[in-house]
T-cell receptor
Framework: GAVVSQHPSWVICKSGTSVKIECRSL??????MFWYRQFPKQSLMLMAT?????????EQGVEKDKFLINHASLTLSTLTVTSAHPEDSSFYIC????????????FGPGTRLTVL | SQKIEQNSEALNIQEGKTATLTCNYT??????LQWYRQDPGRGPVFLLL?????KEKRKERLKVTFDTTLKQSLFHITASQPADSATYLC??????????FGAGTRLFVKA
């Protein structure tokens, strides 16, 4: 199956700093990538949908200036958490939708962000 | 409001038995429904997809049913094994690009 990678797998940062998370589709081109956040024992909450070469579409309640998403190529999307605070600590997961594969999404392994 | 509910937060069964997980939804007209497995600290792994015009789908020990009248999907794991212990997520897609996930059911299979 298609493989999606995320980097880093975990990160610890100080409050007020910015953190960038990368999501790559390794063996297919992804016109659409999705960013989710998951708190312990809760479901995945969609944060935003990013399409290659255009601005991301954010879900209601997600601050676009805080969670910057860039989808510069068909294999890479980045999520930058700006001025991170402890409440931003969470598990961030990306997924990629491959063109022509019936909307099946392939998920990355996730990134654990801890803000001190 | 739109809602997806998965039957119980946790399900405990004995090895060899069939595990049945439920996914109910309201105020959706999904084009298709998916089931994923998620292990702790990992991203979800796709298991099965079933379309609105399909009643049942099988893959090895897994079976999914989809009843659009009842607005319900059942996910079965036959001959369950301890290695099947994980959280199983139900997800709905309305035909666009967006997929909405349920909270998941944690399955524990005892040896």
């Amino acid at each position: 199956g298609a493989v999606v990678s995320q980097h880093p797998s975990w990160v610890i940062c100080k409050s007020g700093t910015s953190v960038k998370i990368e999501c790559r589709s390794l063996d297919f081109q992804a016109t659409t990538m999705f960013w989710y956040r998951q708190f312990p024992k809760q479901s995945l909450m969609l944060m935003a949908t990013s399409n290659e070469g255009s601005k991301a579409t954010y879900e209601q309640g997600v601050e676009k200036d805080k969670f910057l998403i860039n989808h510069a190529s068909l294999t890479l999307s980045t999520l930058t958490v700006t001025s991170a605070h402890p409440e931003d600590s969470s598990f961030y997961i990306c997924s990629a939708r491959a063109t022509g594969l019936n909307n099946e999404q392939f998920f990355g392994p996730g990134t654990r962000l801890t803000v001190l | 409001s739109q809602k997806i509910e998965q039957n119980s937060e946790a399900l405990n069964i004995q090895e060899g038995k069939t595990a049945t997980l439920t996914c109910n939804y309201t105020n959706y007209s999904p084009a298709y429904l998916q089931w994923y497995r998620q292990d702790p600290g990992r991203g979800p792994v796709f298991l099965l997809l079933i379309r609105e015009n399909e009643k049942e789908k099988r893959k090895e020990r897994l079976k999914v049913t989809f009843d659009t009248t009842l607005k319900q999907s059942l996910f079965h794991i036959t001959a369950s094994q301890p290695a099947d212990s994980a959280t199983y997520l139900c997800a709905l897609s309305t035909g666009g690009f967006k997929t909405i996930f349920g909270a998941g059911t944690r399955l524990f299979v005892k040896a």
